[in-house]
């Protein structure tokens, strides 16, 4: 039955996709971040949906009339370099072609269509339906994951959908954390109470289903928005209550066995799982040293025989950290690339604060810098212990904050262009005065020289 029910949704959705592109971004985010086929159970479980809508959308992108504009910016053109890069690096991988391609091919199409949603986000109100998109995608699983957490006493672990992402547990829950802050800022921005009131329970859900993923990275995490957070915040001694309570409870509602691998935080060297990570960062930080401007290729790290011909003590694996992932596979030049639009994320938040200052219509644009910060760290300081390093979710996160600059500051351009216009009409100075001004200008392209008062 959910297999049919899907098939139909889907069937509805594309040819909209393919007449309102803006339609497909979201349908995108909605299969690319949630993996709703994946709890079909059926033959829609294994076809390639995301595919699908972003070759609907790209063909909408030409033939529909709907409003597009890509922006020549840092952001468009590091994404452009990245996707040059790593194609570079999958040239010369060092592993088989069988095993670079499926990795290769996924984040091709991933940030390829990035260049799609940012040219299509064109105004506030298409923002803010891409963020909708993402909160509900994440945020099903935060709710769910709470109740689960509620009533098996938090004796087991949270997981994402199967074969996605954020299927691990620990993946997840940088995912959740990433998207606590967009909650916020959808709480803070919502005219209904009853709406308000909802996020709140949802965020309070999703706070729970985060500690119940056992997830240590998580938990650094946590502390590390919590401190954002904080810091961002008018009433420093009221969030302080507010977040350690909510921190507290969460953790205090765990079982001992959660406090027992929390602690092995603060003795790593006694756990065989962080002296691995340790030992794979050694290993594929010399692979990238080895071959700086390639790097190893995709699946590197992976690969046994490969991490051989740098340490063959080391046992391939997971890197478990998003910039070590980076450089080792694809190379220093590659990161350079994908750091760089992780940087020009901040400091778009940073000017979206600024813009901002002294202009009441533009809350939301303060109130969204400064929630996109507190998922920034949030995405960092997890990502430093997993392998989110080409997550979709994200790197949306960071075209939605591009996209709220450009509105913004085409916005303004062209409101100080109406108020100069206005002003030269309502002059009575600019009407003399523009007649001579022009027939000096003339003369001077022609090559004369403007008038000037005779010498006495």
Partial sequence: MRNLLFMLEMATLLPVAMMRPFVGVLLWGYISFMSPHDFTYGASEHLPWALMVAIVTAIGCVVAREPKHLPRDASTFLLIAFLIMISISTVFAMAPAAVVDPKYTIILKTFFFLIVIRALLTDARRIHAMIWMMVIALGFFGLKGGVFAIFTGGLYHVYGPSG???????????????????????????????????????????????????????????????????????????????????????????????????????????????????????????????????????????????????????????????????????????????????????????????????????????????????????????????????????????????????????????????AVAQGWRRSPAIGPAIGPAIGAGIRTARGGLPDRPAMR
């Fill in 164 to 418: 996605s992402m954020i299927g691990d547990n620990n993946n997840l829950a940088v995912g959740l954390l990433v998207t606590l802050p967009l909650m916020n800022y959808l709480r803070m921005r919502s005219s209904h109470r009853f709406v308000r009131a909802g996020i709140l329970i949802v965020m309070a859900l999703t706070l729970l289903s985060v500690v119940d993923s056992y997830s240590r990275g998580a938990l650094l995490g946590l502390f590390g928005i919590g401190c954002v957070m904080w810091w961002r915040s008018r009433s420093k001694i009221g969030t302080a209550i507010v977040l350690v309570a909510a921190i507290g409870l969460a953790i205090m509602f765990m079982p001992p066995a959660y406090l027992d691998r929390m602690g092995t935080i603060f003795h790593y060297q006694q756990d065989a799982s962080a002296e691995g990570r340790i030992e794979i960062w050694k290993a594929a930080t010399k692979l990238a040293l080895a071959h700086p401007l390639t790097g190893a290729g995709f699946m590197g790290p992976y690969t046994q025989w490969i991490v051989d011909t740098v340490d063959p003590s080391v046992t391939a694996r997971s890197t478990h950290d998003i910039f070590v992932e980076v450089w080792s596979e694809t190379g220093f030049v590659s990161f350079a690339a994908w750091l760089g639009l992780i940087l020009v994320g901040i400091l778009n938040s940073f000017r979206l604060i600024r813009l901002a200052r002294g202009r009441p219509e533009l809350d939301w644009v303060r109130d969204l810098g400064r929630m996109s910060q507190v998922a920034i760290v949030a995405y960092l300081v997890g990502g430093a212990f997993l392998p989110l390093s080409y997550w979709d979710y994200f790197f949306t996160l960071l075209m939605v904050l591009a996209a709220t600059r450009e509105v913004v500051v085409t916005q303004a351009t062209a409101t100080r262009a109406a």
